[in-house]
């Protein structure tokens, strides 16, 4: 069996190798196609999700900037238009008003300076010492002349502190002034520092010239990436935002939205790596393609056990059918045998039968007067009784050859198989007690009776015994005959513990004039006319020996259909 | 008791001749043919014939045939089969038909001398009862009994 097992993949690796990559090839390709569109629809329409989210995001706070920073020029407008050059350049109501103002709205408000035409800081309210400083050459200033409105960029200013200021320039007496406003850095900064998705998304501010207007969470170099990309792009619309995937300097891929801010004078950019900002895609790729390998693992797996058996399934068959085959010639083989030693026997008995009528003429005439006196009288007698009697062996060796050519008398009747073996165990007890060996029976009473030709199952059943007592005629033993039904057959096994049969001998048994006997003893017929007889019945002969405990014959009788 | 007329009919020729002079040295008259025509032919001639001694398996017709037509022929005459061919077939068909008995080739002789006398004493019974029979027949005819 191990064997078997062994060469059955081994015997058909082509078979083998041919199941196994078409099964592997028409389960994976499908599963890798339909995975691979719904992904890529899947990355498609997420990428789209992400991309509308981030620009909702950075739209939102660009208008929270925007509205933020209009807010504080409302506020400081109101402040000069309400009191005008000449009570603000009082600095106790400057200071007055600067308090107000950090009341109302927290500390946004730093400090408040007026400042006439000639760029003279008139009054001041804050806590940097800057009364009476000279504006005139800041840029800032010369903005401030031009521009009713000015929200100046980031700068360090005397004061050495990054801030931005707001002013507002008003006539009095038809000279121009001018009132600024420090907006807290700290506060401003907020407002685009919170902004924070994921571990790696934030937020900042440039100007045109590509400064920082804030100060970003991670490190940010504006002349490089694509963010001079941004500012020369021209806004078609108030509300653009501009979104662009790529890699950075360190070879992450970043995702960058943009939007305008102060009327195109900022930039607010929004930057997260892309694979923060897609990390549930990642995952669901991830667990995508833990499902394909694992599912790739249980396709090659199946396609293993599937193509194991078919390979083995084919081999068997292969095997049957040779076993078919064999048999198939083996019974051609015996029925030509039988024909072949129904001629010989035939041709062979006729001149064997003048032979010993010669033999016995000669007898005849010896028994007359003259040669009674004969010198070699007694060896003429014993050559022609030795004629005579190896005449008989050769009609002894036809009659059997005779025998297996054409069944003796095949006469169909109702057969109890009991009563045959019963007799036949009679009929054996007598060479049985010269051998020393006992027959014991073990009969399945009332089985079924059994149509068949009584003569043939006869002679297969006496053969058996007359072997297995051939074969302990000098060791002495027993003989087990047991009858029972099993299926759609009447077994009747024959065991004795006889020597055994050596396992090269066992596939010949059944061949004619295979015989282990001496000389003259066999004729080597007996087992191959078992065979025939009982394939003829469609039944089976089946034999098991194990040398030194001994040899089962089994022979299985159909039963006959009611 | 006469000696017996026995037929030998066997197409071996060396077979008829060496069982000829075997039969003839134990007191028997010996017809041979060497097929079933030449058989039934001389049969005819010799209608006392006791016993024929008839070889199944020959060419042309064969034993069987041959005894079918003995048997049509001439009734009373009793056919021992001797077989080369020792099959309990042929050998029951034989019977069936009405032979004798039958021996396997090659035969004991003393075993066929015994089948010989047996089947011509059978024979001789058989006219016997036939002529009493014929005698009583004759008797009752005349009203003598």
């Given at each position: 069996?191990?064997?078997?097992?062994?060469?059955?993949?081994?015997?058909?690796?082509?078979?083998?190798?041919?199941?196994?990559?078409?099964?592997?090839?028409?389960?994976?390709?499908?599963?890798?196609?339909?995975?691979?569109?719904?992904?890529?629809?899947?990355?498609?329409?997420?990428?789209?999700?992400?991309?509308?989210?981030?620009?909702?995001?950075?739209?939102?706070?660009?208008?929270?900037?925007?509205?933020?920073?209009?807010?504080?020029?409302?506020?400081?407008?109101?402040?000069?238009?309400?009191?005008?050059?000449?009570?603000?350049?009082?600095?106790?109501?400057?200071?007055?008003?600067?308090?107000?103002?950090?009341?109302?709205?927290?500390?946004?408000?730093?400090?408040?300076?007026?400042?006439?035409?000639?760029?003279?800081?008139?009054?001041?309210?804050?806590?940097?010492?800057?009364?009476?400083?000279?504006?005139?050459?800041?840029?800032?200033?010369?903005?401030?002349?031009?521009?009713?409105?000015?929200?100046?960029?980031?700068?360090?200013?005397?004061?050495?502190?990054?801030?931005?200021?707001?002013?507002?320039?008003?006539?009095?007496?038809?000279?121009?002034?001018?009132?600024?406003?420090?907006?807290?850095?700290?506060?401003?900064?907020?407002?685009?520092?919170?902004?924070?998705?994921?571990?790696?998304?934030?937020?900042?501010?440039?100007?045109?010239?590509?400064?920082?207007?804030?100060?970003?969470?991670?490190?940010?170099?504006?002349?490089?990436?694509?963010?001079?990309?941004?500012?020369?792009?021209?806004?078609?619309?108030?509300?653009?935002?501009?979104?662009?995937?790529?890699?950075?300097?360190?070879?992450?891929?970043?995702?960058?939205?943009?939007?305008?801010?102060?009327?195109?004078?900022?930039?607010?950019?929004?930057?997260?790596?892309?694979?923060?900002?897609?990390?549930?895609?990642?995952?669901?790729?991830?667990?995508?393609?833990?499902?394909?390998?694992?599912?790739?693992?249980?396709?090659?797996?199946?396609?293993?056990?599937?193509?194991?058996?078919?390979?083995?399934?084919?081999?068997?068959?292969?095997?049957?059918?040779?076993?078919?085959?064999?048999?198939?010639?083996?019974?051609?083989?015996?029925?030509?045998?039988?024909?072949?030693?129904?001629?010989?026997?035939?041709?062979?008995?006729?001149?064997?039968?003048?032979?010993?009528?010669?033999?016995?003429?000669?007898?005849?005439?010896?028994?007359?007067?003259?040669?009674?006196?004969?010198?070699?009288?007694?060896?003429?007698q014993r050559a022609l009784k030795q004629i005579r009697t190896q005449g008989k062996r050769c009609k002894d060796i036809t009659f059997k050859l005779l025998s297996f050519a054409r069944k003796t008398d095949s006469r169909i009747q109702e057969v109890d198989i009991n009563d045959m073996l019963e007799e036949l165990v009679a009929i054996s007890a007598q060479r049985a007690k010269y051998s020393n060996v006992t027959i014991n029976s073990n009969f399945q009473n009332d089985l079924p009776f059994i149509r068949v030709s009584q003569s043939e199952l006869?002679?297969?059943?006496?053969?058996?015994?007359?072997?297995?007592?051939?074969?302990?005629?000098?060791?002495?033993?027993?003989?087990?005959?047991?009858?029972?039904?099993?299926?759609?057959?009447?077994?009747?096994?024959?065991?004795?513990?006889?020597?055994?049969?050596?396992?090269?001998?066992?596939?010949?048994?059944?061949?004619?004039?295979?015989?282990?006997?001496?000389?003259?003893?066999?004729?080597?017929?007996?087992?191959?006319?078992?065979?025939?007889?009982?394939?003829?019945?469609?039944?089976?002969?089946?034999?098991?020996?194990?040398?030194?405990?001994?040899?089962?014959?089994?022979?299985?009788?159909?039963?006959?259909?009611? | 008791?006469?000696?017996?007329?026995?037929?030998?009919?066997?197409?071996?020729?060396?077979?008829?001749?060496?069982?000829?002079?075997?039969?003839?040295?134990?007191?028997?008259?010996?017809?041979?043919?060497?097929?079933?025509?030449?058989?039934?032919?001389?049969?005819?001639?010799?209608?006392?014939?006791?016993?024929?001694?008839?070889?199944?398996?020959?060419?042309?017709?064969?034993?069987?045939?041959?005894?079918?037509?003995?048997?049509?022929?001439?009734?009373?005459?009793?056919?021992?089969?001797?077989?080369?061919?020792?099959?309990?077939?042929?050998?029951?068909?034989?019977?069936?038909?009405?032979?004798?008995?039958?021996?396997?080739?090659?035969?004991?002789?003393?075993?066929?001398?015994?089948?010989?006398?047996?089947?011509?004493?059978?024979?001789?019974?058989?006219?016997?009862?036939?002529?009493?029979?014929?005698?009583?027949?004759a008797l009752s005819e005349h009203g003598l009994e």
């Open positions: 069996m191990d064997k078997s097992k062994e060469t059955r993949t081994a015997d058909y690796p082509a078979f083998f190798k041919k199941r196994f990559f078409t099964v592997i090839i028409f389960s994976i390709t499908p599963m890798i196609l339909v995975s691979g569109i719904i992904l890529y629809q899947f990355k498609m329409s997420y990428h789209e999700k992400v991309h509308a989210h981030l620009a909702e995001l950075v739209l939102k706070h660009k208008q929270n900037v925007d509205s933020f920073l209009a807010e504080k020029l409302g506020d400081i407008r109101v402040l000069a238009r309400t009191f005008g050059f000449e009570e603000l350049s009082d600095e106790s109501f400057l200071r007055d008003r600067l308090e107000t103002l950090q009341r109302g709205y927290g500390p946004v408000f730093v400090d408040l300076g007026v400042i006439n035409s000639q760029g003279l800081q008139v009054a001041y309210a804050g806590p940097f010492k800057l009364g009476n400083v000279l504006y005139s050459t800041a840029s800032w200033f010369e903005n401030a002349m031009k521009n009713e409105y000015v929200i100046s960029d980031v700068f360090l200013g005397l004061r050495g502190l990054p801030h931005f200021i707001v002013t507002v320039r008003d006539n009095w007496k038809g000279e121009s002034w001018v009132i600024r406003a420090t907006i807290d850095f700290v506060a401003f900064n907020n407002l685009v520092g919170n902004i924070r998705v994921g571990e790696t998304g934030f937020a900042f501010i440039l100007n045109r010239e590509g400064e920082l207007q804030t100060k970003p969470l991670f490190d940010v170099i504006p002349d490089k990436g694509p963010y001079l990309e941004f500012m020369k792009t021209k806004l078609k619309e108030k509300d653009d935002v501009q979104i662009v995937e790529r890699r950075d300097e360190f070879g992450n891929k970043n995702i960058y939205v943009a939007a305008f801010l102060k009327g195109g004078d900022w930039l607010l950019v929004y930057q997260q790596r892309a694979s923060d900002a897609f990390s549930d895609f990642r995952r669901a790729l991830k667990i995508a393609f833990a499902i394909i390998i694992l599912g790739g693992i249980a396709i090659v797996n199946m396609a293993y056990v599937f193509s194991t058996r078919m390979a083995g399934h084919v081999a068997r068959m292969e095997k049957e059918k040779k076993m078919m085959d064999e048999q198939m010639i083996e019974t051609g083989k015996l029925a030509s045998v039988g024909e072949l030693a129904a001629g010989i026997a035939h041709e062979i008995n006729n001149p064997v039968a003048i032979m010993v009528e010669e033999a016995g003429w000669i007898e005849d005439l010896l028994e007359e007067e003259d040669f009674k006196e004969g010198e070699n009288l007694d060896e003429f006869q002679q297969v059943f006496l053969n058996l015994i007359n072997n297995s007592l051939d074969a302990m005629e000098k060791t002495g033993g027993t003989i087990d005959i047991a009858s029972k039904v099993e299926g759609d057959f009447i077994v009747v096994g024959v065991a004795d513990t006889g020597p055994g049969i050596p396992k090269a001998n066992l596939n010949r048994i059944f061949d004619p004039f295979f015989t282990t006997k001496q000389v003259g003893k066999g004729t080597g017929l007996g087992l191959s006319i078992c065979y025939g007889i009982m394939k003829k019945l469609g039944g089976e002969i089946e034999v098991r020996s194990t040398m030194d405990v001994g040899t089962t014959f089994r022979v299985f009788i159909p039963l006959t259909e009611e | 008791m006469k000696t017996p007329l026995v037929m030998l009919v066997d197409d071996e020729v060396p077979f008829v001749e060496t069982m000829v002079k075997r039969l003839e040295k134990r007191k028997l008259t010996v017809l041979t043919a060497f097929t079933g025509n030449e058989a039934l032919e001389k049969l005819g001639k010799h209608r006392n014939t006791d016993v024929v001694i008839l070889d199944v398996k020959m060419p042309g017709m064969d034993g069987i045939e041959t005894l079918m037509e003995i048997k049509k022929a001439f009734p009373l005459i009793e056919v021992i089969m001797l077989t080369g061919h020792a099959t309990v077939e042929s050998a029951i068909e034989g019977m069936k038909l009405g032979a004798y008995d039958y021996l396997m080739k090659p035969c004991d002789m003393e075993q066929l001398m015994a089948k010989v006398d047996e089947a011509t004493r059978k024979r001789k019974d058989h006219e016997e009862k036939i002529k009493e029979a014929r005698v009583r027949e």
